[in-house]
């Protein structure tokens, strides 16, 4: 289930990266003046050696070579720390002030729980999201590079066989 949501997430991914479908595309000229039958059937042959010789398919669907980040354990988020905030003030409050304090203790205590729980929960999410930006950065350079590898040994080949590539 995770490698499928990893592959999901990379597909949308790269379409959003690579730009609109056949972008990337190579034009296959005819230079030496090879019919259509035995052009499209260079442009198989050449397909098959440009995947082997890579071991990049640009016909199936793009993997994900290690599943995205895990999400962090939720640390307490602002409502949490306060009510712990709150609570704590109180008692230190009615310790220190004979009981009298506990109102101002769990007050002040609320405040300042609600914003280091705002504090430590907005961390988190900040890491969260760095750790899934840098994953998604590398999958998508791994593809690209794969897909570059595999262009460049595509057209060697159709040139080798005396067609004009760009």
């Not at 972008?23 to 000229?29: G, K, N």
């Not at 035995?38 to 098959?48: G, R």
């Not at 050696?49 to 890579?54: A, I, L, P, Q, S």
């Not at 060697?156 to 760009?166: F, K």
Request: charge should be positive; include cysteine.
């Amino acid at each position: 289930m995770m490698r499928r949501l990893a592959a999901s997430s990379l597909v949308a991914l790269l379409a959003l990266s690579t730009g609109p479908a056949g972008a990337s595309d190579l034009y296959v000229y005819p230079a030496k003046g090879q019919s259509k039958d035995k052009m499209e059937q260079d442009k198989f042959e050449c397909y098959k050696f440009g995947r082997d010789e890579t071991g990049f398919d640009p016909m199936a669907r793009p993997e994900a070579s290690a599943p995205p980040p895990a999400k962090e354990k939720k640390t307490w988020g602002t409502g949490q720390g306060a009510l712990g905030g709150a609570l704590l003030g109180a008692g230190i409050g009615a310790i220190a002030g004979g009981g009298k304090g506990a109102g101002t203790g769990a007050l002040i205590g609320g405040v300042g729980g609600g914003a280091m729980g705002h504090v430590r929960r907005s961390g988190q999410e900040d890491r969260e999201k760095a750790a899934r930006n840098n994953w998604e950065q590398r999958e998508t350079s791994r593809y690209v590079q794969g897909r570059n590898k595999y262009e460049r040994a595509y057209a060697a080949c159709l040139e080798g066989r005396g067609y004009t590539v760009r």
